[in-house]
Nanobody, 125 residues
Framework: QVRLVESGGGLVQAGDSLKLSCTTS????????MGWFRQAPGKEREFVAA????????YYGDSVKGRFTISRENGQNTVYLQMTSLKPEDTAKYYC??????????????????WGQGTQVTVSS
């Protein structure tokens, strides 16, 4: 059984930074691509960022490019999302996800088999 646990969310002001963490347990996802998605109330789940298992390739949604950075420490079974220059429109619940079927289909949530419960990020103006 794989378990993903996100942490680091909170309430911040526009322009602030925040770093999310996702720790996996039960089975290592170190050999799988990992991603971050977010979902705001009344909106569809949106792709934020993804990283391949080696950590050598990263991908970002257009709305966060240049502001967010995804990274991973496989030895710690942890994936991070560093968020800077936060905007009110970044307000959402952020989910960590991963799995063996992602391949290069990073933005497709249907390719991710394992999901965390999410952590709320709220950015005030």
């Amino acid at each position: 059984q794989v378990r993903l646990v996100e942490s680091g969310g909170g309430l911040v002001q526009a322009g602030d930074s925040l770093k999310l963490s996702c720790t996996t347990s039960g089975r290592t996802l170190a050999v799988h691509s990992m991603g971050w998605f977010r979902q705001a109330p009344g909106k569809e789940r949106e792709f934020v960022a993804a990283i391949n298992w080696q950590g050598s390739r990263t991908y970002y949604g257009d709305s966060v490019k240049g502001r967010f950075t995804i990274s991973r420490e496989n030895g710690q079974n942890t994936v991070y999302l560093q968020m800077t220059s936060l905007k009110p429109e970044d307000t959402a619940k952020y989910y960590c996800a991963g799995g063996p079927r992602v391949g290069v289909s990073f933005p497709d949530p249907r390719k991710y088999d394992y999901w965390g419960q999410g952590t709320q990020v709220t950015v005030s103006s």
